[in-house]
T-cell receptor, first 113, second 115 residues
Framework: AQSVTQPDIHITVSEGASLELRCNYS??????LFWYVQSPGQGLQLLLK??????LVQGIKGFEAEFKRSQSSFNLRKPSVHWSDAAEYFC???????????FGKGTHLIIQP | DTEVTQTPKHLVMGMTNKKSLKCEQH?????MYWYKQKAKKPPELMFV???????INESVPSRFSPECPNSSLLNLHLHALQPEDSALYLC??????????????FGSGTQLSVL
């Protein structure tokens, strides 16, 4: 069965500082990996996804993520955060076929002025 | 149009009421999903429709009844709910289901409170 672990429940970052959100997955083969962002009371928006090819994936809003098979990780990064990046971030994994999308528990990002 | 529209945005209902949540997309997607999200928790998959047929039911209680009248619409009929069913109900769609890497488009959700 597939699973996702986001070890950090909350992260506080100063505006303008760099950001890295951690995600570890468990799946027998190469999974499909996603990062979604959710603002309060809103649905989820896809930031980026990986399923093959270049292990460094560029997404929207200046985010990128790197797939590291040896570490079973798919960490999300941004070089300089903005106050509008404050939100809940979910890493998600999906196997092939009819498997559904499994979300991690989320990381709540707080931006300090 | 890259939107998934959900109505209503908020719903308060009693345990004996019958209500319906509605979801609509006009992107030509053939897969539609219902997720349930409790506060400070990740979304949990409830149902998947693929080509208007129910493909996945994640052991959801029968007081939740999904319906897909056509490829653009998805309903969730609610009856005799319990207070613990209070949550944000998210609808999503994707081009296809079962290909693994497809992008899900989410609606803003219906915030449901059961009294």
């Amino acid at each position: 069965a597939q699973s996702v672990t986001q070890p950090d429940i909350h992260i506080t970052v100063s505006e303008g500082a760099s950001l890295e959100l951690r995600c570890n997955y468990s799946y027998g083969a190469t999974p499909y990996l996603f990062w979604y962002v959710q603002s309060p009371g809103q649905g989820l928006q896809l930031l980026l996804k990986y399923f093959s090819g270049d292990t460094l994936v560029q997404g929207i809003k200046g985010f990128e993520a790197e797939f590291k098979r040896s570490q079973s990780s798919f960490n999300l990064r941004k070089p300089s955060v903005h106050w509008s990046d404050a939100a809940e971030y979910f890493c998600a994994v999906r196997g092939g076929g009819a498997d559904g999308l499994t979300f991690g528990k989320g990381t709540h990002l707080i931006i300090q002025p | 149009d890259t939107e998934v529209t959900q109505t209503p945005k908020h719903l308060v209902m009693g345990m004996t009421n019958k209500k319906s949540l509605k979801c609509e997309q006009h992107m030509g997607h053939r897969a539609m999903y219902w997720y349930k999200q409790k506060a400070k928790k990740p979304p949990e998959l409830m149902f998947v429709y693929s080509y208007e047929k129910l493909s996945i039911n994640e052991s959801v209680p029968s007081r939740f009844s999904p319906e897909c009248p056509n490829s653009s619409l998805l309903n969730l009929h609610l009856h005799a709910l319990q207070p613990e069913d209070s949550a944000l109900y998210l609808c999503a769609s994707s081009q296809e289901y079962g290909q693994g890497g497809e992008k899900l488009f989410f609606g803003s959700g219906t915030q449901l409170s059961v009294l």
